[in-house]
């Protein structure tokens, strides 16, 4: 038994250092765990922060001509909306004068026809054309612009003091009075022709503004004039129409 005690005593000495190198590997793999674990959310978390402060201040960049490099400009760069033009008050000018005679164009139809399709469009025509009529008023009035091209107590003289000349498509003096003379279905001819005349006349003013250097950049300017181009080209097909369907009617 005694001869035994030596070994027994290195063996468990053995046993306990091997537990304490255990352990000591078991420590090691669990602190670098921690750290593995903390280590990434600090990076994340500083990266993030440079990601926000990065996206804090706007890029402002300017396309370059063709053939030609972007420019990066200062963040204090601010847009400078484009400002009216002599043109586009005097499109707005000459345009309320325009839907002004089409809108006394329609005044007559209730007196004149018994056209239902005549009577339905000119109520359509009378209520767009009067709308527009105001929101060309408006648009002048803001800017501090005259709503007439006329002479206060003049109407019939411009600036100048000269005749001033109707806007493209508006029937004449004589053409209105032949208008108003007529009945049935001589009006509606009359009416249906007129008015054709009268909204092509409004497209050629449109198409004017848009070929004006720096002309129709207002963001006003530009849909009302597209709109009008739109909608009266509509109403032309429409008019067109009719009257071929009236001329049907007269050969039966």
Known sequence: MSSDAP???LYCV??????????ARGSAVVCGML?????????FSSSARAQQADSATPVVVQPGAPGKPSRTLP???KGTPPKWSKADVEFMQGMIMHHAQAVEMTAVIASHTENKDVRSLGA???SSQSDEIKLMQRWLA???EPISMAMPGMPNMNTSGQPMALMPGMLSPEQMEALRNAKGAEFDRLFLTGMIQHHNGALIMVKDLFDTAGAGQDADIFNFATDADNTQRAEIKIMQS????ESLKEKR
Do not use: D
């Not at 009719?242 to 369907?245: H, I, V």
């Open 142 to 144: 803001a800017r501090g």
């Open 75 to 77: 963040p204090s760069t």
């Open 14 to 23: 053995g046993r306990e250092r091997k537990r304490e190198r255990h352990s």
């Open 7 to 9: 070994k027994w005593k």
């Open 35 to 43: 750290l593995a674990a903390s280590a990434p959310t600090g990076f």
């Open 242 to 245: 009719m009257l071929e369907k």
């Open 124 to 126: 359509k025509i009378s």
